[in-house]
């Protein structure tokens, strides 16, 4: 990390090692169609989906603190788990595989998806292209669960002579994966300057809190207080809530600062969550094919769909704020996951 960072009410940022996957930052893009379309706003999307690492994502920006992290330990395999179709893990493994290291993949029975699609296209063909080592846990809402079943692989391969590094899942452990968006929220307020732009509101998907909470606790950090939204994708609004509290505690330990985030700082809205994490409503299917026909945005009923539906729904509202921002998270791999549902949507 570049010391310019220090400085800035964020304490030890420049202490914790990154692998460096890109340095440049993703465009903010005006979209014009769906801000005639809202007839309120003026629309604009961030585009985290074309970093440039195996389809991109938000989980990239994560991956470089953990690796980082791996390295610096002399790790020789990384360990993940999350649900079938999970970008996490996708993005994961094409570290890893970039970086010479192996890679053993855990996935969750989370959502009650029999389709073949679901078990074998998407994200789970690029794991296994990318060379990683799967494994499979039958429960799908236990993550402590889970991170203790890879503890078990790991004191295995520990015994053949590897060095695993696991990237948790619960709550409980260094937040560093948060870093990535504590540096994206530095690079926002950049772009900004240099456009002479401000949003009103930020809208986000939430789901393991750290691409919300680090966005939230870096903008307040370094003195940037619009709105930040968290659209619930894996769990009910209090939750929620509740989840990005502790996880902005967790970042101001880590970093070891005053907490910046006030608790009315955190908004989170679960109006699209149901009927569940991995399952879409028919808003979320509308604001998929609205964004793609109007924008040619490519999005994920699990991730990016959900938090598109409650960024457009705002924009046409009776209140809606003059600007405002939509964070594309990515997920594109995860619609082949779904082709079955996509064909029937398109048949219709």
Sequence with gaps: MNQEFDGQ????FSKYPRVSVFDHP????????LSEWSGNSQLYVKRDDCNNLAFGGNKVRQVEYYFGDAKAQGANTVMITGAVQSNFVRITAALAAKLGMKC????????????SHYHSSGNVLLDRLFGAQLHYYDEGEDEFGADARLREIAEDLKV??????????????????ALGYVRAAIELKEQLSQRNLEFDEIYVASGSGNTHAGLLFGLRAIGVPVKVVGVCVRRERDLQW????????????????????EDDDI???????????GEANSEVWDGIFLAAR???????????????????KRARSEDSPRNLLFIHTGGTP?????QDQFERKLSA
């Design 9 to 12: 009410g964020l304490g030890l």
């Design 26 to 33: 993703t465009q903010i893009e005006y979209m014009k169609n």
């Design 104 to 115: 053993h993949i855990q996935l969750e029975s989370r959502v009650a998806n029999n389709s």
């Design 160 to 177: 053949s002579g590897l060095k695993p590094y696991i990237i948790p899942l619960a709550p409980g452990h260094k937040p560093l994966g």
């Design 242 to 261: 509740e989840r990005i509290r502790v996880r902005c505690h967790e970042i101001a330990s880590l970093l070891q600062v005053k907490p910046s985030v």
């Design 267 to 277: 908004v989170v809205s679960d109006e699209q969550y149901f009927p569940g994490y």
């Design 294 to 312: 109007e924008e040619a945005l490519i999005l994920d009923p699990t991730y990016s769909g959900k938090s598109m539906a409650a960024f457009l």
């Design 334 to 338: 995860g619609i082949y996951g779904y």
